[in-house]
């Protein structure tokens, strides 16, 4: 199976004038292309932190990330990485992170918009995804009315406008009850099986990460299964 | 194009939510707008080309000349006094000037009131000026009824009067012409005007008789192509022309030669036009709107605060720093707009209020003049619209743009973490 996402050797250590953390102590990973992972662990193991490593919303302090056979360099700039990620990269939050000033369908856009696309392609993607997600009847609505479930599923619909090849979800069905839970690892599980789309999904729900292809197991910054 | 909607439309809601910060920072705006745009508004109703005075930024003016004995006395004494011959025989041949009118200056004019009665009727004050036929080519008036001083009314009896004194004098809706009215002496109206404001004290007036004596000024327009350094050049050829042919004077045009802009600012500063004048203001000006926009922007920087985990998702998503700060200068932009919008209606009613403090803050001539009037063509010109959309970005820049910088250059996972 084709490795998407190498990371070798990864340390992350937070400082501050008194303490230092260390919040992933050399951690190696390889995630297959297609591949659904749950990365399970206590809070403060280092699970959010290992995604966002992954995710390229934060550097590590040492060691190497491999994306889509792209070596993550720290040479690149802002401007490139946010490129990368743009193109590469989708990601749902457990708080779902939507915009609340903007409505479901200028939410869903938002990666579209920064790639350049054009208004009416941009909406007609927007549209496709939203329905795929079963809400079309809730384009118009901002996020403040909808219920959790249903902002989760805009979440995914916005990680998955771009078609990026690999979804980084922090504990999507966190913030949810057990049945809107279901329905969310349900369309992940979805986007992973019916469009190939590589899932690395953080969660503390050993049910829900038994239903995924591999589960690996973090203990104070360290891999331990 | 479409991000900028989008950017718009997020703004519009975002006022909506959150309208104690919207409210307070349109208000900051709006005071900071209005207090400049008073200062625009003042500089250009008394500086532009604007109804009666059309031709400011090509006129000047030109007081007597100096007279310098020769015996060697540093005595400068201003001659009194531009004969009428003299002027047609010295200055009319001049190829700068398209038009001359030979007038007295206004300070002599407004020491003290006149007064003017028709038959029995109460005497009416009014703000009389002596004048000659080109006064009307130099100023465009506009005739409600008769006509203008023609070259040979010089010595004739006669008057111009503004449409308010004649209503007062004769009624409304009556043609005076022909009628005579008692001022200093009897005058036959041959013409009417609507009333000009006081704020073009140059050209203002409510009675105006022919001038016979001559003048202690010429109001020159230039011609077109024409510049101010060409009729200096002229005028000194003919003070060196006088001099020649004088025993006892020399005779010199130094200080004496002021465009409309100059006059109107009592001197003291080398600057031809309104425009010269508000860049030459813009120091200040900066400065009053410095002040607002640090405050402004202390608003802006706790508002950034507070969005910082949305913009650290639109970061995650692929935003670019330079994507975020344009969103929001122009989320920001919406925001100032209304300020100005507001602004300007304060300006426009400040103005109003306090037209005569205001108008005639830098006018020696105050306590004479009638309450001026504002005519629209000084509230609502396109450049004075034009300088408040300047300094609503002026404002935006500062106040938005050096908090959203420093915000944005937080990491993406701290943004996402701080608490709304």
């Known amino acids: ?209 038994q239903q995924t292809k591999r589960i690996i197991k973090f203990l104070d910054g360290r891999q331990i299964q | 194009m479409n991000k900028l909607l989008l950017y718009v439309r997020q703004a519009l809601h975002m006022m909506k939510e959150e ?111 002596l004048v000659d036929a080109n006064f009307f080519k130099v100023y465009h008036f506009h005739f409600v009824y008769g006509r203008p001083f023609a070259p040979a009314d010089s010595l004739s009896p006669i008057c111009i009067i503004s449409r308010d004194i004649s209503e007062q004098l004769f009624g409304k809706e009556v043609n005076p012409v022909g009628k005579v009215l008692t001022a200093t002496t009897d005058l036959r109206v041959v013409g009417v005007i609507e009333p000009t404001s006081s704020i073009a004290e140059q050209s203002f007036g409510q009675l105006f008789i022919p001038q016979s004596d001559g003048a202690n000024m010429m109001t020159i327009v230039l011609k077109e192509g024409c510049s101010v350094a060409d009729l200096e050049k002229e005028l000194e050829e003919i003070a060196h022309k006088r001099s020649v042919s004088s025993k006892n004077l020399d005779y010199s045009f130094e200080n004496r030669i002021w465009p409309h802009a100059q006059l109107q600012l009592s001197g003291g500063r080398e600057l031809s036009s309104w425009k010269d004048i508000l860049l030459a203001l813009f120091p200040q000006v900066f400065v009053l709107l410095l002040v607002p926009a640090l405050n402004l922007s202390g608003l802006v920087a706790a508002r950034m605060k507070r969005r910082l985990p949305e913009m650290g998702v639109r970061k995650a998503f692929g935003a670019k720093r330079r994507e975020l700060l344009h969103q929001v200068i122009t989320e920001n932009l919406v925001l100032t707009l209304w300020g100005g919008i507001v602004g300007l209606v304060i300006t426009w009613l400040l103005l109003y209020v306090f037209r005569s403090w205001v108008f005639f803050a830098v006018s020696n001539h105050a306590t004479t003049m009638p309450e001026p009037t504002i005519e629209g063509e000084m509230l609502f010109s396109p450049l004075i619209f034009l300088i408040a959309l300047a300094v609503c970005l002026i404002v935006n820049l500062m106040s938005a743009a050096i908090p959203a910088w420093l915000s944005l250059r937080n990491p993406i996972v701290e943004s996402m973490n701080q608490k709304k």
């Open chain 2, 19 to 129: 309208r104690l910060f919207s409210g307070i920072y349109i208000a900051g705006t709006a005071l900071a707008i209005a207090f400049t745009m008073v200062i625009a508004v003042v500089y250009y109703a008394k500086l532009a080309d604007i109804e009666p005075e059309v031709n400011r930024s090509r006129t000047v003016y030109v007081l007597p000349m100096l007279e310098i004995p020769k015996n060697g006395y540093e005595l400068k004494e201003p001659t009194n006094f531009y004969s009428l011959n003299e002027m047609k025989e010295w200055f009319y041949p001049m190829k700068s000037a398209e038009v001359i009118s030979a007038s007295i200056k206004i300070s002599d004019f407004f020491r003290d009131k006149a007064y003017a009665w028709y038959k029995d009727s109460k005497p009416v004050p009014v703000v009389e000026r």
């Open chain 1, 1 to 209: 199976m084709e490795t998407i996402i190498k990371l070798t050797d990864i340390n992350k250590v937070y400082r501050t004038e008194e303490i230092e953390t260390q919040a992933l102590e050399n951690v190696n990973i390889e995630v297959g292309k297609g591949e659904f992972l749950s990365v399970m662990g206590p809070s403060g193991c280092g699970k959010s932190t290992l995604l966002n490593i992954m995710g390229l919303l934060d550097e590590p302090t040492s060691g190497t990330v491999e994306l889509c056979g792209t070596t993550i360099s720290h040479n690149l700039s802002d401007n490139q990485l946010a490129d990368f990620r743009n193109r590469t990269l989708g990601f749902v939050f457990q708080s779902f992170h939507l915009i609340s000033s903007l409505n479901v369908l200028d939410n869903v856009q938002l990666p579209l918009l920064y790639r350049g696309i054009g208004y009416s392609e941009r909406i007609r993607r927007a549209k496709e995804v939203i329905e795929r997600v079963g809400l079309s009847h809730r384009m118009k609505h901002t996020p403040v009315q909808l219920s959790g479930g249903q902002c989760q599923r805009v979440a995914i619909a916005r990680a998955i406008i771009g078609n990026p090849e690999i979804i980084l979800a922090d504990e999507p069905t966190g913030n949810l009850d057990s049945k809107m839970g279901a329905d969310i690892l349900g369309l992940l599980k979805q986007l992973n099986e019916e469009d190939g789309r590589t899932i690395v999904m953080v969660t503390h729900n050993e049910q829900q990460a």
